[in-house]
């Protein structure tokens, strides 16, 4: 195995937006909590309201907002029954379904009553979408508002970024979470993956048992404590052949990887 190197990176600074817009749904006194939050923490708030999620839809389709909030009503997260609970989610998961289907993008806060198993697990499902309890929003709101707009921002330039390599014909794939959330095409078919179809794979497939164990233990480490690495490993096609890869490995400011990866023979 190529001995690793390491090479150092320059420290990245968080920033925050001087002025976010965010349109609340439903009730007067969650809308009140909003501002307050934002006030608190110092950030120019524009918060705009809607009375129904279909009145929000209508208002998302012109541009200008940053975030929306939806709160679960207080009865339905810590409903007394299974059956309420599950109604309540299943139609949760039908408002967020409609708002994805006209801002794909958007980044959501859902206030609930209760942070439950199976809430939580319907908004995972959905991108840009967290959930806080409403006994946190004073104390809490404002910085996962801001968490989740910075990933955004970050995942937005990690986008750009990629799509200008593509046409230096660069391997490169960004994996967050452990899931491979962007790809060049080349690194996708130098895997044996369609472009399309790559998105979503666990990182740890694209290499053989003893390479994964030598990138996790040598290589993130590293990245994680702001260097970069570079080095070889043995990668894996989907097809199930194996090739001896040159690999760099670095980070963005979000904990995110970036795989840069060759074969050795070219």
């Known amino acids: 195995m190529v001995a690793p190197t390491t090479v150092p990176t320059e420290p990245t600074v968080r920033t925050r937006p001087t002025r976010v817009t965010v349109l609340v749904v439903g009730e007067e006194t969650v809308q009140d909590r909003v501002k307050r939050a934002f006030t608190d923490e110092g950030t120019e708030t524009t918060v705009e309201t809607a009375a129904t999620l279909a009145d929000a839809v209508t208002e998302l389709e012109t541009d200008g907002i940053d975030f929306l909030v939806v709160p679960l009503p207080r009865t339905a997260a810590s409903a007394d029954t299974a059956g309420e609970a599950e109604t309540a989610i299943e139609t949760l998961d039908t408002h967020l379904e409609t708002v994805r289907s006209a801002t794909p993008d958007l980044p959501i806060m859902v206030l609930a009553a209760e942070r439950t198993p199976a809430l939580a697990e319907t908004v995972r499902s959905y991108d840009w979408t967290a959930v806080i309890e409403r006994d946190e929003t004073r ?107 040159r690999v760099r490995l670095g980070g963005l400011e979000d904990g995110s990887l970036v795989f840069v990866v060759k074969p050795i023979d070219e």
Do not use: N
Not at 184 to 211: C, K, N, V
């Open 139 to 245: 104390t809490r709101l404002a910085d996962r508002v801001h968490d989740l707009l910075e990933r955004h921002r970050l995942t937005a330039l990690s986008r750009r970024s990629l799509a200008s390599i593509e046409f230096a014909g660069d391997a490169i794939a960004i994996v967050d979470s452990g899931e491979i959330q962007f790809a060049s095409r080349a690194f996708a078919m130098q895997f044996g993956y369609e472009h399309d179809a790559i998105a979503g794979t666990p990182w740890q497939e694209l290499f053989t048992d003893d390479a994964v164990c030598h990138l996790e233990s040598a290589a993130i480490p590293t990245v994680t404590e702001g260097w970069r690495w570079t080095g070889s490993c043995t990668g894996r096609r989907k097809t199930g052949p194996t090739f001896a890869a």
